[in-house]
């Protein structure tokens, strides 16, 4: 009798069948969870600057190109308008305070000198009228009087006398009346030209102050309009070097037309220009430092001109002790411009990563150097050297710090 032979549903076959199936789904899933999702890109260790982050003291400066310049311009401007008679002295000269460097002429201003010496001798000649005047009344006054006391004191005899035969009877009421009438006319007169007198005095003691007053504001006006005569004459205001003159013999100058200037020689000063990156952390009496012939020399940040050009703007740093022998007004050298107090810090060395980050991120190699995977970093402060790290890096480890121009969205970089 047959018997039926039932089909099993698990064969061997079917079983590696479903195990390889399963397994390949577990290691698609795990890659798909687990994996490395990240952007490749293959890289030539040659061609690349790998740099070690390192803990040490940060010298927080900047490297600042500066030109030697005189520790004093002053700048020759024409205090009276004309023409240029004569240049006495050449640029390059060395001149002493005082020294005349050239001549104008101006005519309308020694006619004006002329006019105002005039006017200036009528206005004398008008004072001394006045006085010789005011002597003469005075004179005439005096006279006056003179003769007026004569006639009271003679008048005064004959009312006393009236007087005297009056009360007598010898005369009449009449007559001593009218001695009494003109003794009492000249006393009253007298008093009149005395008070005349003193009034004239007065108008007259006015009238030579205000003359006086009159002649002192001419005399000082002529002294004001000779000194202009004398500024024709152009002076060096400081001893030094005479740098250019802006003049041409028979020239037109106006007042106030700038003709040159002096360098002061008796020190220098370095001037340099920065960036105006670092505007806000450039402060007065900054220490920098510079070589010149194998010495080193210290210079202090005096003066800050704010106004930014082009992106930059200027800065003048004064000797701190000595100033270097044979130095020279043009030369230029590399100033050490510090910005704080040296502090330990994480450093990277600078690089050209920085175009590309930023300073926001930097690829870290791993320890076996076999690849760098991108890494989130913050940086600090920087000199020509170092980067200040602030965060992101340890110290021993070890980045990329050349270009990353090529490396596109790479977020691994693959060393070969």
């Known amino acids: 009798m047959d018997r039926i032979i039932e089909k099993k549903k698990w064969t061997p076959k079917k079983i590696i069948w479903i195990s390889s199936g399963a397994l390949f789904v577990i290691v698609i899933l795990y890659s798909l969870i687990f994996g490395d999702h990240s952007s490749k890109f293959n890289v030539r260790q040659e061609r690349i600057t790998i740099a070690e982050v390192t803990e040490d003291f940060f010298q927080d400066y900047i490297s ?42 101006n005519t309308n201003l020694h006619l ?4 105002r010496e005039a006017e200036l001798a009528e206005q004398i000649n008008n004072l001394r009228n006045t006085r010789l005047l005011m002597e003469q009344n005075m004179l005439n006054l005096k006279q006056q009087i003179l003769e007026l006391d004569y006639l009271v004191l003679q008048q005064q005899k004959t ?56 002649v002192d504001r001419m005399q000082e006006n002529l002294k004001l309009v000779r000194q202009k005569l004398e500024n024709l004459n152009v002076r060096a ?18 007042a106030g037309e700038r003709l040159g200037q002096i360098n002061d020689l008796t020190s220098f ?70 910005l704080g107090n040296p502090k330990e810090a994480l450093l990277v ?47 021993g480890e070890k980045v990329i710090v050349s270009s990353y121009e090529n490396f596109g969205q790479a977020d691994k970089l693959i060393l070969k």
């Open 112 to 115: 004006n000198i002329m006019n």
């Open 349 to 395: 060395p600078k690089g050209g990563f920085y175009q590309t980050t930023g300073g926001q991120w930097i690829f870290v190699v791993n320890e076996s150097g076999d690849y760098a995977v991108k890494r989130d970093i913050r940086l600090g402060s920087m000199n020509p050297r170092f980067y200040e790290v602030l965060e992101g890096l340890a110290a």
């Open 237 to 254: 205001p400081i001893s030094g070097e005479l740098a250019s003159v802006n003049a041409e013999i028979g020239q037109a100058i106006n």
């Open 159 to 214: 009312y006393l006398n009236n007087e005297s035969l009056f009360e007598k009877k010898y005369i009449s009421e009449e007559e001593f009346n009218d001695s009494k009438e003109h003794f009492e006319y000249l006393l009253k007169r007298k008093e009149l030209v005395i008070e005349s007198q003193k009034q004239d005095s007065l108008f007259r003691k006015v009238q030579i102050e205000q003359l006086e007053d009159s």
């Open 64 to 105: 600042v190109t500066g030109t030697v310049t005189p520790i004093r311009t002053v700048f020759l401007d024409a205090m009276e308008g004309g023409k240029v008679e004569e240049i006495l002295l050449e640029e390059g000269t060395m001149i002493e305070s005082g020294q005349i460097i050239l001549r104008l002429s």
């Open 269 to 338: 000063k370095i001037q340099a220009e920065i960036d105006e990156h670092y505007i806000s952390r450039i402060k007065r009496n900054l220490f920098g430092e510079f070589e010149f012939v194998g010495e080193t020399y210290q210079v202090q940040l005096k003066k800050i001109y704010t106004v930014v050009r082009n992106g930059r703007f200027s800065v003048d740093l004064e000797f701190v002790d000595e100033v270097p022998q044979n130095i020279r007004t043009g030369q230029t050298f590399r100033v050490k411009l510090e």
